[in-house]
Nanobody
């Protein structure tokens, strides 16, 4: 089994910054894509940013230029640096990872979600 531990959420004023972290532990051979998603009250969960093992990144248009996703493969950890935060960024942020494991001579991927961390931006 794999555990994801998120940290770094909180309350910040508009224009401020926060840095989220998500560390994966447990039975892990490798991790492919890691990402962050968010869900505001009454809304569907939406993609914020993803990063592949090779560090190719993808961002939602709403966060481009303000948020930066990064990862430390040795620590199985993904980060989200959030700058110039706005009230509309208020949401629960979830990390998501594709964990690769082996079974005999074959490999398989399992997708995991973190428990979520609250980010609140006041105006």
């Amino acid at each position: 089994q794999v555990q994801l531990v998120e940290s770094g959420g909180g309350l910040v004023q508009a224009g401020g910054s926060l840095r989220l972290s998500c560390a994966a532990s447990g039975r892990i051979f490798s991790i492919n894509t890691m990402g962050w998603y968010r869900q505001a009250p009454g809304n569907q969960r939406e993609l914020v940013a993803t990063i592949t093992r090779g560090r190719s990144t993808n961002y939602a248009d709403s966060v481009k230029g303000r948020f930066t996703i990064s990862r430390d493969n040795a620590k199985n950890t993904v980060y989200l640096q959030m700058n110039s935060l706005a009230p509309e960024d208020t949401a629960v942020y979830y990390c998501n990872v594709d964990v690769i494991n082996s079974r005999g001579s074959s490999y398989y991927t399992v997708n995991y979600w973190g428990q979520g961390t609250q980010v609140t931006v006041s105006s």
